[in-house]
């Protein structure tokens, strides 16, 4: 995990890549809406949420490219860590560099898009319990079109229905924020997902890039 | 043992020790075959390998050489056969028993953004050994990296990448190297150090596999596999 940070670090351009799609996409909302502030308002858990979907989702088609590439890919599965405690450093890693930026941007984009009080905080805590499992399913999603001609495309057909429920609980939960206090149940849900694909998704994954390499 | 850089020819023709019954040793092969699409690309490959041998796979361009070692190291799962080193089957090894085994592969795992030392660093964090920085710059310097240690593999030689993988044979304890293909882009010079190397390493007990398209004179004589 150390080594993927490091060599993120070393490609900072990545970062601010998934970062500024991240911004350019949500205000691509107010653009195509007009200027109608209370309409941009019940958007704005969607535009946030289908953003952040998206800016996950580019940033992962390459999380094992470029180690399949090099080799370095088979030198992990040959390490005497377990594969699974492997891929779960390196999505870890993916996320610390690449999730929590938007996390902690969220709440600047969701106030430029109307949100206010607490919605803001329900929106960054939304985002803090669903990207990871969003990494966690985009990782699988990687590991399984390694190779793969136009892996990008297929991946993002593969992965994005496996999206759905946490997307539809992430912004159902800034939703019912707006109109309600009943936000818990949906936050509690996406917990659940959470952790559920911690241990699960690792042994999904290196599966996965078990046979991509055989 | 002759360990200078012009030791023994290697050119004897030596039993492919296929299909027989092979006696205990520490790595052992027992009836591999391997099918790619609907082709076969090998069959029946039985030997085992005591410590301080040396087997060299030979074959032309895509008789399967690169997908034997890789079977050997358990990347790959073989259509038919085993591989056990140890006793231990191959692709079900405990945590110590996986890092007796070192590969270094075709596409040799070096990371272009990092420097030489740091590549060496996150090889031997990876393998769960403690880098020590002292032994870590004498690998590099042997491998004739000095003075290069600090600057990004991306300006490297093709050359001086390859040594930057060799050089992860120096620091590693490992009791099997599986190497593919090795000489490659590597000079006359490094190819006498590897050479060198092997032969040091064979004589302290170690077990190599290796391939190469190259001569392959001056290292101690091999078991030769011909895969064609």
Not at chain 1, 93 to 122: I, K
Not at chain 2, 164 to 169: D, P, S
Request: hydrophobic content about 50%; aromatic content about 4%; overall charge neutral.
């Amino acid at each position: 995990m150390r080594r993927d940070l490091s060599l993120i670090v070393t490609r900072r351009q990545d970062v601010l890549t998934v970062v500024a799609f991240f911004i350019l996409v949500i205000t691509l909302f107010p653009l195509a809406l007009g200027p109608d502030p209370q309409k941009l308002r019940t958007l704005a858990p969607a535009g946030v949420w289908v953003a952040a979907a998206l800016a996950s989702l580019i940033s992962l088609d390459r999380l094992f490219a470029d180690d399949w590439r090099d080799g370095s890919l088979e030198q992990l599965l040959l390490a005497p860590e377990p594969l699974t405690v492997v891929a779960l450093a390196k999505v870890a890693a993916h996320w610390l560099a690449l999730g929590l930026p938007l996390v902690v941007l969220s709440p600047a984009l969701g106030y430029a898009l109307g949100l206010e009080g607490a919605e803001l905080g329900v929106l960054a805590v939304s985002l803090l319990l669903g990207t990871p499992v969003l990494s966690l399913l985009g990782a699988v999603g990687a590991a399984l079109t390694l190779g793969v001609r136009a892996g990008g495309a297929l991946m993002a057909l593969l992965i994005l229905p496996l999206y759905v429920p946490v997307l539809v609980l992430g912004a159902g939960a800034v939703t019912e924020a707006m109109y309600s206090s009943a936000f818990y149940a949906h936050l509690s849900l996406l917990g659940a997902l959470l952790a559920a694909a911690l241990p699960l998704l690792p042994l999904a994954i290196a599966g996965a890039l078990r046979i991509a390499l055989d | 043992m002759d360990t200078g850089p012009v030791g023994r020819a290697t050119t004897a023709p030596s039993p492919p020790h296929a299909g027989k019954a092979a006696p205990r040793g520490e790595l052992e092969i027992a009836g591999l075959s391997c099918r790619r699409g609907d082709q076969t690309l090998f069959s029946g490959v039985s030997l085992s390998l005591a410590s301080g041998e040396l087997l060299f796979v030979r074959g032309r361009n895509g008789s399967g050489k690169t997908t034997l070692l890789r079977i050997l190291c358990g990347l790959t799962e073989p259509a038919t056969g085993e591989v056990r080193w140890r006793g231990q089957p191959i692709r079900r090894l405990e945590e110590a028993a996986r890092r007796e085994l070192l590969y270094v592969g075709h596409r040799d795992a070096v990371k272009e953004e990092l420097t030489p030392l740091e590549n060496l660093d996150i090889h031997q964090g990876l393998r769960g050994e403690r880098g020590d920085l002292e032994r870590q710059l004498d690998a590099l310097e042997e491998a004739g990296l000095g003075g290069r240690e600090d600057i990004p593999v991306r300006y490297l030689s093709q050359g001086q990448r390859r040594r930057t993988a060799l050089a992860r044979l120096l620091v590693s304890p490992a009791r099997l190297w599986i190497l593919d293909e090795p000489l490659t882009a590597l000079d006359r010079s490094a190819v006498a150090w590897l050479f060198e190397r092997i032969a040091a390493y064979l004589r302290e007990g170690g077990i190599v596999v290796t391939t190469s398209h190259q001569s392959i004179d001056g290292l101690p004589e091999p078991r030769i596999l011909d895969l064609d």
